[in-house]
């Protein structure tokens, strides 16, 4: 009688060991986890703001508002640029007096690309318990 062993994880079958590709990726660790938009990375935007969602197999959904596609380090805050994280705990929210930094490093207009990160922490229903939420993106924009 023989046995198998199945080796691989799921996330690992699905995305091949990395986190999406190039022009198609969001990953970010979430109160210290690892975390990979696994499913599905959508990034619709007008060239001028956008917004990007990834959604893991292995759970989670992480939503960024980028309201100004500008080079350099903007503020987010309950309002501007906003970020949202969803597990099965609840949805994580910037809290009202919260603020965090997003960097655009890159963003080429003529074919959508952009690229940048977030720091930020976010708390449970915007008041419960907190995750720091650190993360970055290499998406293709889509017209709105």
């Known amino acids: 009688?023989?046995?198998?062993?199945?080796?691989?994880?799921?996330?690992?079958?699905?995305?091949?060991?990395?986190?999406?590709?190039d022009g198609a990726r969001m990953e970010a660790t979430v109160g210290g986890a690892d975390w990979c938009a696994s499913g599905t990375v959508v990034a619709n935007g007008s060239g001028t703001s956008a917004i990007i969602t990834g959604i893991s197999l292995t759970g989670g959904t992480l939503v960024l508002?980028?309201?100004?596609?500008?080079?350099?380090?903007?503020?987010?805050?309950?309002?501007?640029?906003?970020?949202?994280?969803?597990?099965i705990e609840g949805?994580?929210?910037?809290?009202?007096n919260g603020h965090g930094t997003l960097t655009?490093?890159?963003?080429?207009?003529?074919?959508?690309?952009?690229?940048?990160s977030l720091d930020i922490g976010l708390r449970l229903n915007g008041e419960g318990l907190?995750?720091?939420?650190?993360?970055?993106?290499?998406?293709?924009?889509?017209?709105?």
């Not at 508002?65 to 597990?87: R, W």
């Not at 949805?91 to 009202?96: A, D, E, I, K």
């Open 1 to 21: 009688m023989a046995a198998c062993v199945k080796e691989d994880t799921v996330a690992d079958l699905v995305s091949n060991g990395s986190c999406g590709t």
């Open 65 to 87: 508002e980028v309201d100004s596609i500008g080079l350099g380090d903007q503020v987010i805050t309950e309002a501007d640029n906003g970020v949202l994280f969803t597990s």
């Open 91 to 96: 949805s994580y929210t910037v809290p009202q």
């Open 130 to 144: 907190a995750k720091q939420v650190l993360g970055s993106f290499d998406v293709t924009l889509t017209g709105e």
């Open 104 to 116: 655009i490093s890159s963003f080429d207009p003529t074919n959508g690309r952009l690229k940048g």
